[in-house]
């Protein structure tokens, strides 16, 4: 069994079914990468790793313990964190305080708040500014930041690069490659093709709720690819 499992996913909110037999799995520092089409259930599929969804049927696991069923915090003791897609940053709390507040889940690692800093210096400048005075870059990167000091085996992102410039995505690039170097595993939910090509493994494409194929991110714009992603 892989380190993250989900096994035949069906899933959705309410009465909705928007999941469908879904499986994947990500190793322990294997980095995975979910493209589709607004609508195709990419963002409900991390919320259940989470516990923030209804399950119908099927199942996800975190090191063999089942976590569709759990709180969120309990997925991430067990070592996957969750950079969300609005990035969820307490306006009300500093940078710092931000950051540290994953320290309650006491995985011990390389990540601390020195190594964060190291990742992201902008963080470091602004430790004692109140999340509500950061610009998106610096939100993005403190959602990320807080993420990786629960030191998780695999660090789950949900559209890192939304509403950022290109110049900011470059940064973030970066970042994540440094953190992939690291030995720490990524599942990442992005419409820049490029980011998943140059931070991820191998990528999947979903629709409508399923996973319709993936592949090496290296062969992603190759040809045998291209009915993946038509409509
Ligand atoms: N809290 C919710 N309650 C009911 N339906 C929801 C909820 N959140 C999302 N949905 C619906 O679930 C479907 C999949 O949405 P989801 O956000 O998972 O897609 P996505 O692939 O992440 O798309 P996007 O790129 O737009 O975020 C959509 O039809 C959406 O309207």
Redesign the pocket.
């Known amino acids: 069994m892989s380190f993250l499992e989900i096994s035949d996913l069906t899933a959705?909110?309410?009465k909705?079914t928007?999941l469908r037999n879904l499986s994947l799995s990500v190793d322990r520092g294997e980095s995975v990468g979910i493209v589709?089409?607004?609508?195709?259930?990419?963002?409900?599929?991390l919320l259940s790793i989470f516990g923030q969804t209804r399950v119908f049927g099927g199942e996800i696991r975190v090191a063999g313990t089942r976590t569709d069923t759990l709180p969120a915090y309990r997925a991430a003791h067990l070592g996957v964190s969750f950079s969300p897609?609005g990035r969820m940053v307490l306006p009300n709390l500093t940078v710092q305080e931000n950051l540290c507040m994953s320290l309650a889940t006491n995985r011990k690692g390389d990540w601390t708040l020195e190594g964060v800093f190291d990742l992201f210096p902008v963080l470091r400048e602004r430790a004692r500014a109140p999340g509500m005075a950061l610009s998106g870059g610096q939100l993005q990167m403190l959602a990320i930041g807080r993420a990786l000091m629960a030191n998780p085996e695999v660090l789950v992102l949900d559209?890192p690069t939304e509403g950022l410039a290109p110049v900011l995505v470059d940064v973030l690039t970066e970042a994540l490659l440094k953190v992939r170097a690291s030995g720490t595993g990524i599942l990442v939910?992005e419409q820049h093709h490029a980011l998943i090509r140059a931070v991820t493994d191998r990528f999947v494409v979903?629709a409508k709720g399923e996973i319709r194929g993936g592949g090496a991110s290296a062969d992603m714009a190759a040809e045998e690819n291209a009915h993946l992603f038509e409509l």
């Not at 589709?36 to 599929?45: D, E, I, Q």
């Open positions: 959705g909110y309410g909705a928007i589709g089409r607004n609508g195709a259930g990419k963002s409900t599929l897609q559209e939910v979903m």
